[in-house]
């Protein structure tokens, strides 16, 4: 005990720790960086939340990850359920300079990754990267069509039973696809999502397309839809008797789609929808095995086709990232008992600097 308490008094101080932990200054070039400093130190851990904001997502998607884990083991899909459990375990961080912000930050270096579908932490890393290549390649699409209008549209039909899904997301992607064969479809090319939500009563599902659209440079003068026409033309594709609800929104001229592109490839089920029912988590895990979430046609197949496979790296570059500081790495291990991220070691090239107290590692 009165060792432990030693240990605890060692590290219990933020400037301390922090001292100890990360160099006072950085250097680079002309450049001086202050330390990272930590506004919220509590209990004799340093937590990940704590160091860095925008880090925060972490602890969330890895909370959903040790329940989707127990959804996967009481649906005796025990592989699945501890890919998951061991996702993400240990992050290994680098301390970097934040030359924006004229601060140090850090950038994840490496974690193992489980790459089940589901798993919240995989689809939150997977969904960023996408982001991140379609940032990329948005620009050479403006470029390539400088005069190019976009629209927004959310293509919905009326909510199935979960039993039902797979053979609704057939029906409503071939509904997408007779769209997109109209002679009055006024696009040139498209991304689009499949988002499923799950219904109120907890047995239904409701799954929509997300679509962002470049349009003809016609669709201004001559081939323009108003909401009705695009209702009815969607109508006539879904095949239904029903007016189904759809959503258009045109992008101005002087703005980007860059924005709808985030909303595009966000998730294709929500962490809170997934969380909600093991029996209805289960269900939509079957329903949408081997189905595609996101697809892309027309002319901008060529920009964004790699948005239709897995991404290799889960992990992300960052601009800022340089050599010169390259050998401080600070580990966060996953703590189940307070649910967040912990420090658990510091090393400078390799060597341990310090590891806290093993009264924080998990005890479950
Ligand atoms: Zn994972």
């Known amino acids: 005990m009165a060792k432990n308490s030693s240990i605890l008094v060692g590290i219990s101080t933020p400037n ?28 004799g851990y340093t937590s990940l939340e704590s160091l860095s904001e925008k880090d925060k997502p972490w602890d969330k998607h890895r909370k959903n990850a040790d329940i989707i884990a127990g959804y996967y083991r009481q649906g005796g899909m025990d592989s699945h359920a501890d890919r998951v459990s061991f996702c993400s375990q240990l992050l290994e961080f680098k301390v970097i300079p934040d030359r924006r912000a004229g601060q140090q930050k850090l950038k ?14 995989c689809q939150w890393r997977r969904s960023l990267q996408w982001k991140a290549r379609a940032y990329e390649n948005l620009p050479k699409v403006m470029e390539d069509y400088p005069e190019g209008r976009w629209v927004f549209l959310t293509l919905t039909m009326k909510n199935c039973l979960l039993d039902e899904l797979r053979g609704t997301l057939t029906h409503l992607n071939q509904s997408f696809r007779r769209l997109s064969q109209l002679k009055a479809f006024p696009g040139i090319g498209w991304i689009k999502s499949v988002e499923i939500t799950r219904g109120r ?9 997300h679509c962002l659209i470049l349009l003809k ?15 009815a033309l969607w109508k006539q594709c879904l095949r239904v008797d029903y007016c189904p609800v759809l959503d258009v929104k045109a992008i101005h001229a002087e703005s980007s789609p860059v924005g709808l592109i985030a909303e595009i490839l966000k998730y294709q089920c929500k962490e809170s929808d997934m969380t909600a029912s093991a029996e209805w988590f289960l269900g939509y895990v079957k329903q949408v095995h081997g189905t595609r979430a996101v697809g892309v046609g027309g002319v901008l197949r060529e920009y964004f086709r790699e948005l239709e496979e897995e991404p290799e790296d889960l992990i992300g570059h960052d601009e800022d990232a340089t050599d010169e500081n390259e050998g401080q790495s600070l580990y ?12 658990a070691q510091v090393t400078l090239h390799g060597v341990v600097l310090q590891v806290p107290s093993r009264d924080y590692e998990n005890t479950e």
């Open 16 to 43: 301390q720790i922090l001292g100890a932990l990360v160099p006072d200054q950085l250097c680079v070039g002309q450049q001086t960086y202050p330390p990272i400093v930590s506004p919220c130190q509590s209990d």
């Open 108 to 121: 994840l270096a490496s974690t193992k990754f489980c790459r089940v579908r589901h798993c919240p932490i």
């Open 201 to 209: 009563d907890g047995k239904s599902a409701h799954p929509h397309l």
């Open 217 to 231: 440079d016609s669709y201004y003068k001559e081939d323009y839809l108003s909401k009705a026409d695009w209702i």
């Open 332 to 343: 966060f291990r996953w703590n189940r008992k307070i649910k967040k991220y912990v420090m």
